[in-house]
């Protein structure tokens, strides 16, 4: 019997080993807008102008997005903040 937990041990640590981790976003720039509080439910609707003010917009991971408006970025629940007055996708960090 302690055999079969003997065993089990290497298992579980050749699984957490395997993982995969995000590498969260550590700092923002300094003109970054943190998305409001409370952020919106994955899954259910959120009702935005459709005002174009283009905005990069930044996830949990650290990758930029180009969105029409703050509001469509701060809309995904993984974005936590954006840049303003950026009007295209190549104006968004890298």
Do not use: F
């Amino acid at each position: 019997m302690k055999l079969r937990y003997l065993l089990l041990l290497p298992l579980g640590a050749l699984i957490s080993a395997c993982s995969t981790t995000s590498n969260p976003i550590t700092a923002l720039p300094a003109d970054a807008l943190r998305c409001p509080e409370p952020r919106p439910v994955a899954g259910e609707p959120v009702i935005c102008t459709r005002i174009y003010a283009p905005v990069c917009a930044v996830n949990r991971d650290g990758q930029w997005q180009h969105r029409p408006n703050a509001c469509e970025a701060c809309a995904n629940p993984d974005n936590i903040a954006y840049l303003a007055n950026r009007p295209t996708p190549e104006s968004c960090p890298q």
